[in-house]
């Protein structure tokens, strides 16, 4: 009786034990994944959800939702979970916009041909099929993206440049209006007054000519 009892007590030992490594490996987990989408690099959405670019919307939302899960910030401790979700979360948004996800494709495609020029190859080339390949065209299609970036950050700083100018031309135009109306306000309020000075000069004009004009007597 007491060996059966031992032996219970053993197992639910060792139960406790896997129970207590499954979670401590699940945490490793966590963290490891955590850890990855940090530093996947950031304009690259198929990198941080760790897909290639043709996969279907219902292959975006199955990924985004088994690392979602695994890394919430609700699930793990770890005090960087918020900003992986956030960014997790982002990718999986920029993929689901047409747009985005067009612009993103593009450059991977752009990246493709640039590699198979570079290297005199053709579209067949047995090579575009190696992970060799893979990893060069995942790093060439960084350089694209970073150029796109760099592009589009020059032409929205060229754009505020040329509003700001604009902007100043018509602060200046409504600065040279307001100051013509106070101009001819402020000629209008003493338009009385140069009336009424006027009229004094002519009699006191016409008073000397007449004191000039006095016969001898």
Do not use: C
């Not at 499954?22 to 304009?43: C, G, P, Q, T, V």
């Amino acid at each position: 009786m007491a060996s059966k009892e031992k032996e219970v007590s053993d197992d639910a030992l060792d139960k406790e034990l896997l129970a207590g490594l499954d979670a401590e490996e699940l945490e490793y987990k966590k963290d490891a994944e955590i850890s990855r989408i940090l530093n996947a690099f950031k304009l690259d959405a198929y990198s941080i959800l760790e897909l290639q670019p043709g996969v279907t919307e219902s292959d975006i939302k199955i990924q985004f939702r088994k690392k979602s899960l695994l890394i919430h910030p609700d699930k793990t401790k770890n005090p960087q979970a918020p900003d992986a979700f956030d960014r997790l979360k982002k990718a999986q948004s920029e993929l689901s916009d047409e747009k985005t996800r067009t612009r993103l494709d593009e450059a991977f495609a752009d990246a493709r041909m640039l590699l198979i020029r570079e290297r005199k190859w053709t579209v067949d080339n047995e090579e575009l099929k190696t992970s060799e390949f893979m990893v060069d065209w995942r790093e060439k299609t960084k350089q694209v993206l970073i150029d796109n970036e760099l592009r589009r950050r020059k032409q929205i700083k060229a754009q505020l440049a040329e509003e700001g100018r604009e902007q100043r031309k018509q602060e200046a135009e409504l600065d040279a209006r307001k100051r013509k109306r106070e101009s001819e306000q402020a000629w209008e309020d003493t338009r009385d007054q140069r009336i009424n000075s006027w009229r004094n000069f002519q009699k006191g004009a016409g008073e000397k000519k007449k004191k000039k004009q006095k016969p001898l007597g």
